[in-house]
């Protein structure tokens, strides 16, 4: 359940507009790869400035850009850009700048099914977790 929030109650870091199938990317610490694909029906959502929102393009699908973003290369590669010490951030035109490598549409198309299929294993062992759950708790009482 979500709820909806005026925009003049909005903090102010709440700058950017993203929707379903956008990509995020966190400028803040980006060597932990906190990189996400947003698979929520929500439309018109607003994320803080600390993200960078990727929308996909025809020429390259959002899996592949996920799966990318989070290789151990493109990690220490942001490191390389990070501003700080102990709170590093990176700028929107660092990331937006990264060369990208060309990937075949077919080998695209193979990335996208198995993150989809790695999003729906992930909910089902969600939803399976919370059925043992169910279970032990229905035993102890």
Do not use: H
Not at 91 to 99: A, E, G, T
Not at 124 to 136: D, F, G, P, Q, T
Request: glycine share 2%; aromatic share 8%; hydrophobic share 40%.
């Amino acid at each position: 359940m979500y709820a909806l929030i005026d925009t003049e109650n909005l903090p102010d870091n709440a700058k950017i507009r993203s929707n379903k199938n956008d990509v995020l990317i966190s400028k803040v610490r980006p060597n932990r790869g906190a990189v996400a694909i947003v698979n929520e029906d929500i439309q018109d959502f607003v994320v803080s400035g600390a993200f960078t929102v990727l929308k996909e393009n025809s020429a390259y699908k959002k899996e592949t850009l996920f799966v990318l973003l989070k290789t151990d290369v493109y990690k220490e590669w942001l490191l390389k850009y990070n501003v700080g010490t102990s709170y590093p951030v990176i700028k929107d035109d660092d990331i937006l700048n990264f060369p990208i490598p060309m990937i075949e549409d077919n080998i695209q198309q193979q990335i996208a099914e198995l993150i989809e299929k790695s999003f729906y294993l992930c909910r089902e062992s969600e939803r399976l977790l919370n059925e043992a759950k169910c279970m032990v708790e229905g035993e102890i009482d």
